[in-house]
């Protein structure tokens, strides 16, 4: 395909406009996210969809992922279609920042998410999966009881983020921040999708759930910040808020603004412990239907770490346990799209995009496209052996998006993955309950409708 810019003979862009009625219907039988996939597979890779009054440039092909954030980065940010996010929920953290703000955000915190910095938080994966692990011994282990997987994979990531971030410990508190986070997740995601836009500041029962929620998290971090600041600096533990608290802006010589903290905890709790949950729920799915990965995966796994826990060196003995997990996140990846707004007029496989228009890259359809991806729907972890990777387009892959605003905390979110994955499919053999077949669909990020019940099993 052609992506060279031509400025002189623009080709008019395809579009397709459903009616209400044929929308509803659509989405009601096969789901936001299979709607659009048989959009994309019906119109192609470049094309503007229209939902009632808002429409949006669909992305899926590789050379156009690359040309909005990467070669063609100046002309895209996260401007208006972050500005609910921003408004409710992240402020100008660094997820929703843009410009010299983010620039400055971004250079400030990303020696603390390097492969080697997010090392440190090593021993906090392995004990927040030992505690999960005897949890599950002691509850759930041959009981013939399904637990639903994503929220038994959202109370250990969520722990994991309160440990690493706030160096709090779990129990009550971990409940009651990650089912107030939750909320204001599922209040936000739905927001779009509502028929009928209601107000924030009337007095709905899930408008008033939401402003619960908020004050109750903001609070939360605004009184670990003051606690911590009634201390000796030497008294502060070794966490993501000490850093951000005492790391200087080297441009301004000053400290981040109590405000910026408060938006980045909430940040970092928000995108860091829900994304890695789906992405682990999907794997013991993925497992359970492909038997003989999990068979390659358990000899892995019982020839490295026998009865131990894994150290650093002994991930980088397994090699196929991360392959699996990059199958995961190609197949399931937990932000099945994202969007990009266009700041200034652009060009795109010469086509025109204006200023103002947003763009959904669609990685859910990237990661499946037949062009790059032989077999797209079969769930094959040897695509990731070196080889077969290296020969690959470098854009047909970004679960995490791609680029200089690729998501800070991939590497915190592959190596807890990393270890959760080897350290619970040593002990356990995970199984959906019979006769389940999930609804595979998105509210914001990945999910079940009908969710992932699952049954475990001792190994």
């Not at 040593?426 to 990945?446: A, E, N, W, Y």
Request: aromatic share 8%.
């Amino acid at each position: 395909m052609n992506t060279a810019l031509s400025i002189d003979t623009p080709r008019p862009l395809k579009e397709y406009a459903p009616s209400k009625l044929e929308l509803l219907k659509a989405i009601r039988r096969e789901g936001f996210l299979g709607w659009m996939m048989n959009t994309w597979r019906q119109h192609g890779d470049l094309l503007r969809v229209r939902m009632g009054s808002q429409s949006f440039v669909l992305v899926t092909h590789p050379d156009h992922v690359r040309h909005v954030n990467v070669t063609g980065r100046e002309h895209y940010d996260k401007a208006e279609s972050y500005d609910v996010l921003r408004e409710l929920l992240l402020g100008e953290g660094i997820v929703t920042a843009t410009g010299d703000a983010w620039r400055r955000q971004r250079k400030l915190m990303a020696p603390f998410f390097t492969p080697r910095g997010v090392e440190k938080f090593f021993p906090i994966f392995i004990s927040d999966t030992q505690r999960l692990i005897e949890h599950w011994q002691s509850q759930h282990q041959g009981s013939g009881r399904p637990v639903e997987m994503l929220d038994e994979m959202m109370q250990v990531t969520a722990a994991v983020i309160l440990h690493s971030v706030f160096s709090t410990d779990s129990g009550e508190t971990l409940m009651r921040i990650k089912n107030s986070i939750e909320t204001l997740v599922t209040h936000i995601s739905s927001l779009r999708t509502r028929p009928i836009q209601v107000p924030m500041w009337f007095p709905t029962p899930g408008n008033l759930r939401f402003h619960r929620a908020h004050k109750l998290v903001t609070a939360y971090i605004q009184e670990l910040i003051a606690r911590r600041r009634a201390l000796p600096t030497e008294q502060w533990p070794d966490d993501l808020l000490t850093k951000l608290m005492t790391t200087k802006d080297e441009e301004t010589g000053t400290f981040m603004a109590e405000q910026l903290l408060v938006d980045n905890g909430l940040t970092m709790f928000a995108a860091g412990h829900e994304t890695t949950a789906r992405t682990l729920s999907f794997l013991w799915y993925a497992l359970s239907q492909n038997p003989e990965v999990e068979r390659r995966l358990h000899a892995e796994l019982d020839a490295v770490l026998g009865d131990a826990p894994p150290t650093l060196n002994d991930l980088r003995k397994l090699p196929y346990t991360l392959q699996v997990v990059k199958e995961v996140l190609r197949l399931y990846p937990a932000a099945p799209m994202y969007a990009r707004d266009a700041v200034a007029d652009d060009e795109l496989d010469g086509v025109r995009i204006p200023a103002g228009t947003m763009t959904l890259v669609f990685s859910y359809a990237t990661h499946r496209h037949p062009d790059f991806w032989e077999e797209p729907e079969r769930f094959d972890p040897d695509r990731w052996l070196p080889e077969r990777e290296s020969a690959r387009h470098a854009h047909a892959y970004h679960p995490f998006a791609i680029g200089p605003r690729i998501c800070l905390g991939n590497n915190f979110s592959l190596l807890e993955t990393h270890v959760m994955a080897a350290m619970l499919a040593r002990r356990f053999k995970l199984r959906m309950k019979p006769g389940h077949v999930p609804q595979i669909d998105m509210s914001g990020t990945l999910g079940s409708r009908n969710g992932l019940p699952m049954l475990i099993e001792a190994r």
